[in-house]
Each structure stands twice: as C-alpha cells, then as structure tokens.
C-alpha cells in the first residue's frame, strides 16, 4: 500500500511540473507574420466557405494585419498592456475590412469563431 502511494504522489509530482512548466510564458516568439496570415486565411477559407476573389482578399488583409500586430510586438515587447490595447485596435480594423468582403453569415460565423477561440486560450476579452 505504501508503495502505490508513492507511485501516486511521485506521478502527481510529475504532472505539476510538466503543468506549471506549459504555463510559464518564457520567452515566445511571436510566429512569423507570413505564417500567420496563411493558417488563418486557410482557417477562415475552410471554415467560412469562402470562394477564391473572397480568399484572395482575405489572405491580403491577414497578411497586412498580422504584419502591423507582429511590428507592435517587437516595438513593445517590455510593455504587455500597451501591445494588448495596440492590438485590439488592429483587430477592429481588420475586422472591418474583413466585414466588407465577407457575406453577414460568413461575418457573423467568424466573430463566432474567434470569440470561441478566445475563450479557448483564456482571453475571454472583447
């Protein structure tokens, strides 16, 4: 019996250090603004239905939008809130150009999905 609770406090151990680990922010970099634009623009093609003049544009309008977040990124880096703030107001604008190519359902499908993936990584912000 002894023995199988130091196998469970030994396994315990473990997971939170691989735990605590996962959560430490350390030292991210940032993916490369291309990538980026890329995997959403897929994302949003396959998820939204978007037909290729749609994607095209899309794929325009991530690229310039995660250049510009990529560029607040780098210039404060020291200074989290000020990025966060920064980058909200990014998004809006993307958001805005995106509404303009998008059909309302695609758009609202959209905001759908990004106010899921939000709460999914714990932002939970507007």
Known sequence: MKSLNNVFVLITLF???????NAQ????????PAKKAAE????????LQLNEVQAAK???INLTYANE????HEANKAEREATRKIH???NSKRNEELKAVLTETQYIAYLERQTKHRHKRGGGRN
């Open 88 to 90: 909200d107001d990014i």
């Open 58 to 60: 899309v794929q325009a």
């Open 69 to 72: 977040i990529h560029k607040v």
């Open 40 to 47: 959403q623009t897929v994302d949003m093609k396959k998820n």
């Open 15 to 21: 997971l939170t250090i691989g735990f605590t680990a």
């Open 25 to 32: 922010p350390g030292d991210r970099t940032p993916p490369d």
